[in-house]
Nanobody, 120 residues
Framework: QVQLVESGGGLVQAGGSLRLSCAAS????????MRWYRQAPGKERELVAS???????NYADSVKGRFTISRDNAKNTVYLQMNSLKPEDTAVYYC??????????????WGQGTQVTVSS
């Protein structure tokens, strides 16, 4: 069984910073792409940033230049450094990873979500 556990959310003023972490645990053989999504109240879940196993990254236009995704393969952990936060960044942030378990196939796993609230 695989679990993704997020941490680092909270309340911050506009212009501030937060760093989210998401650690994968369990019978993991390998991890492919890892992603951060977010979902604001009344809106659909959207992709914020992604990182391949080799370190290639992509970002939503709305966060380019402000957010940085990174990963530590030795720790099975993905991070999202969020700077210059805006009230419109307020959402529940979810991590997502493509994981192959021992003696298994790749499948997608989701974390439980962590709330980020940016006050104006």
């Amino acid at each position: 069984q695989v679990q993704l556990v997020e941490s680092g959310g909270g309340l911050v003023q506009a212009g501030g910073s937060l760093r989210l972490s998401c650690a994968a645990s369990g019978s993991i053989f390998s991890i492919g792409a890892m992603r951060w999504y977010r979902q604001a109240p009344g809106k659909e879940r959207e992709l914020v940033a992604s990182i391949t196993s080799g370190g290639g990254t992509n970002y939503a236009d709305s966060v380019k230049g402000r957010f940085t995704i990174s990963r530590d393969n030795a720790k099975n952990t993905v991070y999202l450094q969020m700077n210059s936060l805006k009230p419109e960044d307020t959402a529940v942030y979810y991590c997502n990873a493509l994981i192959r378990v021992v003696e298994g196939n790749f499948r997608t796993y989701w974390g439980q979500g962590t709330q980020v609230t940016v006050s104006s």
